[in-house]
């Protein structure tokens, strides 16, 4: 079982995210799960979205998760909640921000000794795709981190995913995923 | 047709609102009065977008409120047409009073509802409190545990309550969020096989029949009322669940996924077992597997059909079990839960020297985790190991403060 907690505020597309990379890897033959922790939250309010993968068909519906990576697409989170909670030894964190890996952890100690690796998602999607929605920039730094597919692989299917949105988004969304691809660190 | 078709991949990753939203457009429903309420509003939005793009042939009324929602399905019932909408909650608690009227007067309309928790306080999070205030309603009462059985289940709903010796309104339940927003892998069926499986909406004392005339909610005091509700009841009890097997055995042929009345896991040589609902059902089959591997047989039983209730089906499955626990997601408001009392009421009488006890858990969407029905099935093979039953007969799980226990 591979799992995986997203940190989000409402509106970043946490939620999108999760089902999108749901979507892509249900389409290779493994059973997925992808939900959320709304609460009555609104809009910029903190939440957390989920991914569960495995070979055999999930029955798992707990909302507890120790998991195996962790996605942070807004910078600020890192400090106001604990993106740590329930993280396991191996725990992999995957962080958006401005700054670099070893900024980030002098500046927050509790990712001190974790395997973190930075991106800034904001940035990448602010100049593609032309708003802060840094759900699908975090996916194609997760495909880097994780190697789970080919980013060709990936981004074709996630044009799929896509499929709805008007051409010029959809290849800023496939410019902001190869970059994070190739930016994160 | 004049509507168009779509295109499904055979598995597609839908939350449990979607799978019920395309079900709904699968079977063409002519009429859909729908009130918006977290979290089952996406139910009745994806039925009017579906329309709105041309993939169904209905209509959408909008209306002020669910008691209206419910009262225009009535309408559209009785005029002849295959009606359905979604509930939840707040919504489904102002809707009771129409839910009798649709059930009274046998109209086979079905209604999504996607569990919540009632207020006060406010909260819009999945426990089965909605699910509980209808059970005395007259309507016939399906129970999914995941976005498949969301999907599966209303064309089922629609087969048994459309059958003209049924005529009773079905409500499809799925956990709030649990199911309603959780994506998961969900087998399709493609338009025509789907719409094959519930059939042309056969009309029976439709209004809209003008060659015969009939009147529909009528009064009756003293002299027939009980009569109509005794009967009412005779077919709940002998006629629904004959038909229900019918459509989970034609279901099962048509698309190979099996549906039980009343579902079993492992349970075959079970020494402790689980009897819930919802997505607990799956939780606990996962938990009981690993509690094999430690060497506690534990199973899972699974309430399917929530009513009518299983009574015979559920005397089968826990006839040879040694502990029971009853898992109720709705507070009892000063009694014993639900299922406890219903699955006392079934094994009294009988040989079964079953150990029986009730929970009350997961209220206002509190999770239930791994580790509370791991501890939970410890429990019921420490009563086994004592020959009785060592705790209070009623505990909180997974409340915070003091230890809750009662009775």
């Known amino acids: ?185 | 047709m004049a509507f168009d078709k779509m295109e499904l991949r055979d598995i597609e990753v839908w939350d449990g609102n979607f799978a019920a939203a395309q079900a709904l457009r699968q079977c063409q429903i002519d009429v859909v009065a729908a009130y918006p309420i977290t979290p089952s509003t996406p139910i009745v939005e994806g039925y009017a977008k579906f329309l709105a793009d041309n993939y169904v042939e209905g209509e959408f009324v909008m209306v002020e409120s669910e008691h209206a929602a419910m009262s225009g399905c009535i309408g559209a019932a009785a005029a002849g047409g295959r009606v359905a909408t979604a509930t939840s909650s707040q919504g489904f608690a102002l809707m009771v009073e129409t839910l009798y009227q649709a059930s009274g007067m046998r109209l086979p309309i079905v209604l999504n509802v996607v569990n919540r928790a009632l207020a006060a306080p406010l909260n819009v999070n999945g426990d089965h409190s909605d699910m509980y205030l209808g059970r005395d309603s007259g309507w016939i009462q399906f129970d999914s545990y995941c976005p498949q059985d969301a999907y599966d289940l209303n064309f089922i709903a629609f087969r048994v309550a459309e059958d003209h010796d049924v005529r009773l309104p079905c409500m499809v339940h799925q956990d709030g969020f649990m199911t309603s927003h959780t994506a998961q892998g969900v087998h399709t069926m493609d338009d025509d096989t789907a719409y094959s499986f519930v059939g042309d909406f056969k009309p029976m004392n439709d209004m809209l029949d003008f060659e015969h005339p009939v009147t529909h909610g009528v009064q009756t005091e003293e002299d027939w009322h009980f009569e109509h509700k005794a009967r009412q009841h005779n077919d709940l009890m002998t006629k629904v669940m004959p038909k229900i097997q019918a459509a989970f055995d034609d279901f099962k042929t048509l698309t190979g996924r099996e549906y039980n009345i009343v579902e079993r896991y492992d349970m075959d040589d079970a020494d402790v077992c689980v009897v819930c609902m919802g997505t607990s059902v799956e939780t606990a089959r996962e938990v009981a597997l690993e509690m094999r591997a430690k060497g506690i047989k534990a199973g899972v039983v699974g309430i399917r059909v929530v009513r009518p209730f299983p009574f015979f089906e559920i005397q089968e499955a826990l006839k040879d079990v040694k502990a029971i626990a009853a898992l109720d997601r709705s507070a009892p408001g000063g009694a014993p839960g639900m299922l406890f009392n219903e699955i006392a009421g079934c094994l009294f009488n009988t040989d079964t020297k079953a150990l029986l006890s009730g929970y009350i858990y997961g209220l206002g969407g509190r999770d239930l985790t791994k580790k509370h029905l791991v501890d939970l099935f410890t429990e019921l093979q420490a009563n086994v190991d004592a020959g009785k039953v060592l705790t209070p007969l009623q505990q909180f799980i997974g409340v915070r403060g003091p230890k809750l226990q009662f009775l």
């Open chain 1, 1 to 185: 079982m591979l799992e995986i907690r997203w940190h989000s505020r409402a509106g970043q597309g946490a939620v999108t995210g999760a089902k999108g990379l749901a979507d892509v890897i249900s389409t290779t033959g493994k059973h997925v799960q992808a939900f959320a922790f709304y609460g009555s939250a609104k809009r910029g309010a903190a939440m957390t979205a989920y991914n569960r993968v495995d070979e055999e068909i999930i029955m798992n519906h707990e909302k507890y998760m120790e998991p195996d990576y962790v996605f942070v697409i807004d910078p600020a989170l890192v400090y106001t909640s604990d993106v740590t909670i329930n993280g396991k030894e191996d725990t992999k964190y995957i962080i958006t921000t401005h700054m670099s890996t070893d900024e980030l952890i002098a500046s927050q100690p509790k990712l001190k000794g974790k395997e973190v690796y930075t991106v800034d998602c904001i940035k990448i999607a602010q100049e593609t795709i032309g708003r802060p929605i840094p759900n699908t920039p975090m996916l194609g730094a997760f495909m880097k981190i994780s190697g789970m597919y080919d980013i060709e692989f990936f981004k074709e299917s996630m044009v799929r995913i896509l499929g709805k949105l008007p051409q010029k988004i959809i290849d800023a969304n496939m410019i902001a995923i190869q970059r994070a691809y190739d930016e994160v660190k």
